[in-house]
Each structure stands twice: as structure tokens, then as C-alpha cells.
């Protein structure tokens, strides 16, 4: 399994922006389907992107509804890594954001994936 480490979180106003960052090990990164996922106190964790291997599908991402044309998922296989471009940030985002991997196809469910980072915490204040 190929071992995930995020970064970037932080404090942030509402309306602003963070990149977060998730480093991979291994040389499979570029193989995998990559996604991030959110967890806020007292809530499931919840799906947020998802980016296909560029080999397989040109990258096709995949957003939930409510970062449409806010976030952007990305990735670098030179750099093992995927990143989320997050952009006009809410207070009620505040969450830990976790990256993810799985094979495949991408998948909102939690349980389809199988190599979890430590999350990072985002915190959005009015």
C-alpha cells in the first residue's frame, strides 16, 4: 500500500484560499486514483475530489457538489504528490481534510479506499 502524508492546513478567513498537499511514497503513485475527503466534528467523513490516473482517463476529476468551481484536485507524478486548490473558503468547511488512494475508478465511499494520510486540519473563521 502506498503510505499518504498531508499538509497545508492551517487558519484561514472566509473567502480565502489553501492549497493542501499530500505527499505519497512508493512508485506506483501514478497508478492510483487519488481523492480527498473531509471529516468536521461530529460528522461523517464526507468526499470532497477525486483525480483519475493522468495515463488512464487525461486525469478526470471528480468534485461534490458544493466545491464546484471552488476547489481543484490535482496531481504531480514527477513529485508523488496530489494537492487541492481550495478557493473562497467557508466557515462551515472547517474539517480535517484527508487524501486518499484507491485503484480503479473514482468512488465517494469511503471504504473503497485502502491507504489513508493522518489528515490535516482546516480551520475557516469569520
Known amino acids: 500500500q502506498v503510505q499518504l502524508a498531508e499538509s497545508g492546513g492551517g487558519l484561514v478567513q472566509t473567502g480565502g484560499s489553501l492549497r493542501l498537499s499530500c505527499a505519497a511514497s512508493g512508485r506506483t503513485f501514478s497508478t492510483y486514483t487519488m481523492a480527498w475527503f473531509r471529516q468536521a466534528p461530529g460528522k461523517e467523513r464526507e468526499f470532497v475530489a477525486g483525480i483519475r490516473p493522468i495515463s488512464w482517463s487525461g486525469g478526470e476529476t471528480l468534485y461534490t457538489d458544493s466545491v464546484k468551481g471552488r476547489f481543484n484536485i490535482s496531481r504531480d507524478n514527477v513529485k508523488n504528490t496530489v494537492y487541492l486548490q481550495k478557493n473562497r473558503l467557508k466557515p462551515e468547511e472547517t474539517a480535517v481534510y484527508y487524501c486518499?488512494?484507491?485503484?480503479?475508478?473514482?468512488?465517494?465511499?469511503?471504504?473503497?479506499?485502502?491507504?489513508w494520510g493522518q489528515g490535516t486540519q482546516v480551520t475557516v473563521y469569520s
Open positions: 486518499a488512494a484507491s485503484v480503479g475508478t473514482i468512488v465517494t465511499m469511503t471504504g473503497e479506499y485502502k491507504s
